[in-house]
């Protein structure tokens, strides 16, 4: 099985990789909730084009991100049928009685590109930098160590839960099992997620005593040291500069 790691290309050489993982988690976040918040398609798409030149930046390859943003355009871009028919305004068009108005479609549009925004900003951030490295960042800033602390075993571990689903699901077909729509299938697979289930809570416990017995006191600890550099105060200036730009009105600038 080929795992998803987000972190695979870290070792890669861009401004974004050299970027403060502190700074960058920091400055990322700001644009990410500038992007989401804004009210225009014209600059939604602005935005969405400064996404995908921060990508080539970075120098992930296109095809490793996109990929990832394909699971969020299943969700999103139903919304292109769905408010079109929903949201009250002028009429498109009618088919069979049903009115499709612009103003749901402009709606619809608008939420897509802003999310394909936020997800190519958020995966360039995340795949510019190892994971260990982003948790302790996290953890530098100020982050809740509990929560910092949830997203490192989930990540760590939600492979090892996938193979052991796997090496289940392998092990009764070789038993002739097939799974189906029906009671049967339904009770059998309903057992094997309990199972796993079982399983996935004996192993965290016992991580968590082997944890103890070695000292880990919830801190990350890695060798990672961290400094800012010039080139770090003018890319974060550059990017919350731009994630402000975008939420300028330009007639009241021009006046």
Request: charged share 15%.
């Amino acid at each position: 099985m080929e795992y998803p790691e987000i972190d695979r290309y870290a070792s890669l050489d861009s401004p974004v990789h050299r970027f403060d993982p502190r700074t960058k988690i920091a400055t990322f976040t700001f644009l990410v909730f500038s992007f989401v918040f804004i009210q225009e398609i014209t600059i939604a798409l602005f935005a969405l084009f400064f996404s995908i030149l921060l990508l080539l930046v970075s120098k992930l390859p296109i095809g490793f991100v996109f990929k990832r943003v394909q699971v969020v355009l299943i969700f999103v871009l139903p919304l292109l049928i769905i408010m079109p028919l929903t949201v009250e305004g002028t009429e498109l068009f009618s088919v069979f009685g049903i009115s499709a108005t612009h103003e749901g479609l402009r709606y619809a549009s608008l939420i897509v590109i802003r999310a394909m925004a936020a997800v190519i900003l958020i995966l360039t951030m995340l795949g510019s930098m190892r994971f260990d490295t982003t948790i302790k960042a996290l953890y530098m800033l100020k982050v809740p160590s509990s929560l910092v602390q949830m997203l490192m075993f989930t990540y760590r571990y939600i492979f090892v839960i996938i193979d052991e689903f796997l090496s289940m699901s392998r092990a009764m077909s070789a038993k002739g099992f097939n799974p189906g729509m029906n009671m049967y299938s339904l009770s059998i697979i309903g057992n094997m997620v309990g199972m796993l289930i079982v399983k996935s809570y004996e192993r965290g416990e016992r991580v968590y005593q082997a944890m103890i017995s070695r000292g880990y006191t919830g801190n990350p600890k890695t060798r990672t040291a961290f400094a800012m550099r010039r080139t770090d105060y003018v890319l974060s200036a550059i990017l919350v500069g731009f994630a402000i730009l975008v939420h300028i009105n330009i007639n009241t600038v021009m006046m």
